[in-house]
């Protein structure tokens, strides 16, 4: 269902508020530059810093703004399942076409936990699920022995997978096959993940080079691999420099460089860029000639 480049598009803030003419134009260029979709309000957007009425805004201007042209995978996730339940259900009525839920957070579940919270929320919510697995957040790793459970439930068809770890990547697709999509969660792996049966990616440098993260997709499913690889390890140098400091504080830095936002402004307790590591992302940026 989804596949491709799907770009896990910042939310920008101007002055302590959400720009939301600039979160459109945003949304305008991923389109633009062949994204296959847009997913607001996950870890790149900010979502643990945003209100209740920010985040449900947020998710509707987009599913406004794109208007059908691509897909638009909610992020609706909790470490409190009742509220994820809240979010997804705001997320269907939105109209989106799917919702990207982490792993809970702090608590620290089991893996029985972690079955039963997205079950409740499938049971509760009939939309297309994306679990978002990102261990070294939440502090908890979901296994493939229970996301293999999880994908015989009908509207779990996804899972952003950012353990980092490829045998656990290869074991999801092993276990699961056809009945989960693996989407890669990590930019820098993105070709691997293809190459062993992954569907595609979430990506962070989408934000800021959404034409060749497409095509690196793009390349792969039609068979032209050297090409693929080619442009694989042209975006490498971004995909580690946007990550010289937590997510999203480089990117945002980026597209304030480019000229797609007006300020690099993030939300405490996140905070701006150290000098270095500026100048660095600056040289790589210029490097890739997107400066």
């Given amino acids: 269902m989804f596949k491709g480049a799907l770009a896990a598009i910042v939310t920008p803030f101007k002055e302590g508020r959400v720009d939301e003419e600039t979160f459109r134009e945003l949304i305008e260029f991923q389109i633009a530059n062949g994204s296959d979709g847009v997913v607001p309000c996950g870890t790149t957007g900010e979502s643990a810093t945003l209100s209740y009425s920010e985040h449900e805004r947020i998710i509707e201007i987009a599913v406004e703004q794109v208007n059908n042209r691509v897909s638009v995978i909610a992020g609706t996730g909790s470490n409190n399942t009742e509220e994820a339940i ?51 957040r939440t502090a908890v790793n979901i296994d493939p022995d229970t996301l293999a459970r999880l994908a015989e439930i009908e509207t779990i068809v996804a899972v952003k997978e950012a353990s980092g770890s ?13 009945d989960l999509a693996v989407l890669s969660g990590e930019d820098f792996l993105t070709l691997p993940v293809l190459c062993v049966g992954g569907k595609g990616v979430i990506s962070v440098v989408s934000n800021i080079a959404p034409r060749d993260m497409s095509n690196l997709c793009k390349f792969f499913f039609e068979g032209r691999f050297e090409e693929a690889r080619k442009l694989y390890y042209r975006l490498l140098p971004i995909c580690h420099a946007v990550f010289f400091e937590t997510n999203p504080t480089p990117v945002k830095t980026a597209l304030a460089m480019m000229k797609k936002i007006d300020s690099d402004e993030v939300r405490l307790p996140l905070s701006p860029m ?12 210029q490097a890739y000639g997107l400066l």
Wanted: aromatic fraction near 6%; proline fraction near 5%.
């Fill in 274 to 285: 150290l000098g270095a590591n500026r100048e660095k992302l600056r040289q790589e940026l």
């Fill in 86 to 136: 809240r979010l997804t259900k705001h997320a269907k009525t939105a109209g989106a076409d799917g919702a990207l839920l982490i792993s809970p957070y702090y608590n620290k579940p089991t893996q029985e936990g972690l079955y039963q919270h997205y079950e409740k929320v499938a049971k509760s919510v009939d939309l297309p699920l994306v679990i978002y697995n990102v261990p070294g």
């Fill in 166 to 178: 490829m045998k656990q990547i290869t074991d999801i697709i092993a276990r699961c096959g056809e």
